[in-house]
């Protein structure tokens, strides 16, 4: 039994599937079946239920499973721990869903302060199966706890509407006032959508004509023209408005979004992690 066992067995494991699994592997699909069977022998008991080309994990292949899951984490984390006490571990993951609209300044601000550290950007989510980033940030409509969770912003939302919206006379909003208003929001999956629809549920209406869009520059431009009301957060969203079109006003009850900043649990906390951490507390911080 050797560690290429152990990463072959888990990957078939966790797809169910010969020909998917050996494709991830870079691997034949020949190959992968037979170092199955091999596995499966040493291990003294079958692992799989086989139907036809299919397979399916077995009680014992589940047991299995679970720990050879965590050796290969455990594994990794040490390998990542030795690369970064002996400075041959220098680069960064960073996952951005939230606020980016500032990750130019952000990329430019950390080569700036660790040039000798590689940055990695992509959208990757931290409650997939597998997360690969190292650090996480995104945003939500509530509190966020736990032991790798850094807060970095909390800000209030105004409610954004076209100067010539009947609204603009009042200088507190109500939620209750919108009832007859059509809303923009984000896409359903995002955070600012549900803290859209909670407002409005709480206050006792359904949001009208609750059109989604995929960014915030869309939702400016509709609200400038007169087609509706969005939520607005005062400190990522508010400042990039320069249109003389919209109006934001204070809502009368707290309205508030979070800035979330999350650790890859499974990922040794590196030197570089640590870096790009403490750079992002400290520019959200100045905001």
């Known amino acids: 039994m050797n ?22 592997l870079f691997i034949s699909q020949p190959s992968l079946s037979k170092s199955l069977h091999q596995f499966e022998e040493e291990v003294g008991v079958p692992l799989f239920d086989r139907e036809g080309k299919g ?64 940055m990695y950007i992509n959208q990757d989510k931290p409650n997939t199966k597998e997360p690969k980033s190292d650090l996480y940030l995104y945003s939500s409509n509530m509190p966020v706890e736990g032991e790798n969770i850094t807060p970095l912003l909390v800000e209030e939302c105004y409610i954004g509407m076209s100067v010539n919206n009947p609204l ?14 059509h809303f923009l929001t984000m896409q359903n999956h995002l955070p600012l959508y ?8 709480n206050s006792g209406f359904t949001p009208i004509s609750h059109l989604q869009f995929d960014n915030r520059e869309t939702i400016f431009a509709l609200i400038s023209t007169g087609m509706g009301v969005a939520l607005i957060p005062s400190k990522t969203w508010a400042p990039y408005i320069n249109d003389e079109n919209i109006c934001l006003k204070p ?32 520019f959200f911080k100045n905001l």
């Not at 590196?270 to 403490?278: D, K, L, P, T």
């Open 194 to 201: 549900k803290l859209t629809y909670e407002l409005c549920e």
């Open 168 to 181: 603009t006379s009042y200088d507190v909003i109500s939620p209750s006032m919108l009832k007859d208003e």
């Open 3 to 24: 560690l290429l066992h152990l990463k072959y067995f888990k990957t078939a494991a966790e797809l169910e599937h010969i020909t998917k699994a050996a494709d991830k």
């Open 55 to 118: 397979i399916r994990l077995n009680q014992n292949g589940k047991i299995l499973l679970e720990h050879i899951t965590k050796a290969l984490d455990e594994i990794d984390y040490g390998l990542a721990e030795i690369k970064d006490k002996n400075h041959q571990y220098r680069e960064v993951s960073l996952s951005v869903t939230a606020a980016t609209q500032f990750l130019p300044e952000i990329i430019l601000g950390f080569q700036s302060a660790y040039p000798d550290t590689e």
């Open 251 to 282: 809502l009368s009850v707290s309205c508030e979004r979070y800035i979330i900043l999350q650790a890859n649990s499974k990922h040794y906390f590196s030197e570089s992690m640590r870096q790009m951490s403490n750079y992002l507390i400290n």
